[in-house]
């Protein structure tokens, strides 16, 4: 067991808490470079969606996580940054500038509903980022001359210094390397004034505000941080999927981004990977055991969609940390073995939390 | 047919449709009130009250009335289980973990739904199907004027209901003030899970009066997006601000349908949603309060 005895503030600061730290995550890091030459490609392809996700759950947990803004229309802006990606690289625009395109246009549209949205407390703001999700899905089921409706959209090769970036491996390293500096931008966010300001906007606004927040002005930019990340895995999901369909853009993915955050655990970056393994892993899981399952329960065509909302109701009732939250727990059990004590993570009320007097 | 006419026409329509909206922004507003909680699945309660009363009266070849009027007791019930047993649970939890709870029970109710009773849309008739009333040129169905009609009526019995009897009383006071309501014995919680079932059972009502124009399938449920709209037009905390707003939505999404682009009609709700929120987000009957810190 290690015990940290903090010294200084800057102790804090860190990124990396201890030289373990930088040991375990360069191993793992290691490891994930090497993965394309011991797995198979279909795997790997999985590995990359479950990236792709990860960048997305950044965001969303930068947004809802840490600031405490509920969004119901993530997927928004995962189709923005999409068919961005999409139109500009059929447009012949090189890959190293739709990339950036995409998340530069999916922050605007995060400003264009972060803004209206800023005086709205909680309940009122998930029922704004509702419709504005649904506008923009109807808005790319419409709008014929730029995203071809139902018939679909291509979604052209790109190419890095001329190397093609195509197939399972491709997208994987280029998920990978974006999500780990989506990470370390969001890690670094957390430790500025910023990062702190939003997670004081989320515990208190009032308070937020009488210690000097500007508190519009952090939450518009959190939407637009949020957004942008969001947007640049729409454009390597365009690349995963190869073909975009609008309809692939609705509450029902919003909802798989916020299972991410609640199930991953509300509040930590750790937990974002978590949820991402949890939310693509599910259905394969429920895939491979479809065909032992008694009867016809394998074949619901609900089955996947209803088990999403389960886990998302169960965590809720009875593990409202998430995944993460449960492994700390275990950490700490193993760590104080004969002295564990149940009290120690139990659940706090409150009971005061109203919007009204 | 004149134009007027056909105005007329579209009006009646929508104020049905939006009669739909509003008795679903009813059952949000209730609960709302009480506990300053948003039941996102509340389009998926309605659901289920639909096919509760698909039940009773096609598969157990129940008298229509009576077979509604069980569907709507079956569905409050099980409003007021609904919060015995699981919302309860998460009082004092921030509030999005709420929304998200809801969510949840939404999904889990249309795959419930559509494991008992399919995936296609189902019907049965009703005493208003297929009739209507000419007046000189002017056709008015049946349907239509039922929902309006079973409208007004529902909302008249809930109004005498919160205004002349005891318990109606008692909800309002502890809507207004938990902690009073508690000090003058009034049983809050048992209270606050009447409130479901009341909720619940408007929205099966919703769904009854829904039957003869559109068929119950397991989608329905959807509706109550197109409901927030109306709760926020109307104030989100005031009951006769859900019907108006229900009506507003209703009447608009016709007008847009007819004179718009294809495309536009399926977006009004959402669009007027946004600039009620955006330029009068206390909607038209404000009754909300500013935190006292």
């Not at chain 2, 609904?82 to 309860?88: E, F, G, M, P, S």
Request: hydrophobic content about 55%.
């Amino acid at each position: 067991m290690r015990t940290l005895f903090k010294t200084g503030y800057r102790q804090d600061l860190r990124i990396w808490r201890h030289p373990g730290d930088i040991l375990w995550y360069g191993l793992l890091g290691l490891v994930l470079l090497a993965l394309p030459r011991l797995l198979g490609e279909f795997y790997i392809g999985e590995l990359g969606a479950v990236y792709i996700f990860a960048i997305a759950g950044v965001g969303l947990m930068l947004l809802t996580g840490y600031t405490g803004l509920v969004n119901l229309g993530h997927a928004a802006f995962l189709g923005i940054g999409a068919y961005t990606n999409a139109v500009l690289l059929t447009a012949g625009w090189p890959y190293l500038l739709t990339l950036p395109a995409s998340a530069l246009l999916a922050a605007i549209a995060g400003v264009a509903i972060g803004i209206p949205t800023l005086r709205m407390s909680g309940l009122y703001l998930a029922i704004a980022t509702l419709a504005f999700g649904q506008i923009v899905a109807s808005v790319l089921e419409k709008w014929d001359s730029v995203t071809h409706g139902f018939n679909g959209l291509p979604v052209p090769i790109p190419e890095i210094f001329g190397f093609p970036i195509q197939g399972a491996t491709g997208v994987y390293y280029t998920a990978l390397v974006l999500l780990v500096a989506v990470l370390w931008i969001a890690a670094n966010i957390l430790r500025t004034p910023f990062g702190r300001a939003l997670v004081a906007i989320r515990d208190s606004e009032v308070s937020a505000r009488s210690m000097g927040i500007n508190v519009a002005l952090y939450k518009t930019i959190a939407f637009a941080v949020a957004a942008a990340m969001t947007g640049l895995a729409g454009a390597l999901f365009a690349q995963y999927v190869n073909f975009l369909a609008p309809d692939s853009f609705d509450v029902l993915l919003s909802v798989q981004f916020l299972t991410i955050v609640f199930v991953g655990g509300i509040g930590s970056l750790q937990g974002v990977i978590y949820g991402a393994l949890f939310v693509r892993l599910l259905p394969q899981g429920i895939a491979l055991v479809r065909d032992d399952l008694p009867g016809h329960i394998g074949h619901l065509p609900g089955l996947e969609p209803s088990l999403f909302g389960l886990f998302l109701v169960l965590t809720i009732l009875f593990q409202p940390t998430g995944i993460y939250g449960g492994w700390l727990r275990a950490k700490a059990w193993f760590q104080d073995f004969p002295l564990h004590r149940a009290s120690g993570f139990r659940r706090q009320r409150t009971y005061a939390r109203s919007e009204r007097t | 047919m004149t134009d007027a006419l056909r105005l007329l026409e579209l009006i009646v329509n929508g104020a049905a449709g939006g009669c739909i909206y509003g008795l679903i922004a009813l059952g949000f507003v209730l609960i709302y009130k009480a506990t300053e909680v948003i039941n996102f699945a509340q389009g998926d309660v309605m659901m289920l009250g639909g096919f509760a009363a698909f039940s009773f009266i096609t598969w157990l070849g129940l008298n229509y009335w009576v077979g509604a009027a069980l569907a709507v007791l079956t569905t409050a019930a099980f409003g007021y289980l609904l919060d015995v047993i699981v919302i309860r649970r998460v009082i004092g939890q921030p509030q999005f973990a709420v929304v998200m709870l809801t969510l949840g029970l939404g999904f889990i109710f249309r795959a419930v739904a559509g494991i008992a009773w399919g995936y296609d849309s189902v019907g049965y008739d009703t005493p208003f199907t297929n009739h209507t009333i000419k007046f000189g040129n002017f056709v008015l169905g049946y349907d239509s004027l039922s929902i309006i009609g079973g409208t007004v009526l529902l909302c008249a019995v809930l109004y005498l209901f919160f205004s002349r009897t005891r318990l109606g009383v008692a909800m309002q006071a502890a809507s207004q003030n938990q902690l009073a309501a508690y000090y003058m014995g009034i049983p809050v919680r048992t209270i606050f899970s009447l409130i479901w079932a009341i909720s619940a059972g408007v929205s099966g009502v919703a769904a009854i009066l829904l039957t003869p124009v559109s068929m119950v399938d397991v989608n329905m449920g959807f509706l109550g997006i197109k409901a927030f709209a109306a709760a926020v037009l109307g104030g989100f905390g005031s009951i006769p601000g859900a019907l108006v707003g229900g009506v507003v939505i209703g009447i608009a999404e016709q007008l847009a349908g007819f004179y718009l682009p294809a495309g536009f009609q399926d977006v009004t709700a959402n669009v007027v949603l946004l600039a009620t929120l955006i330029l009068m987000p206390h909607g038209l009957f404000s009754q909300r309060i500013v935190k006292r810190v």
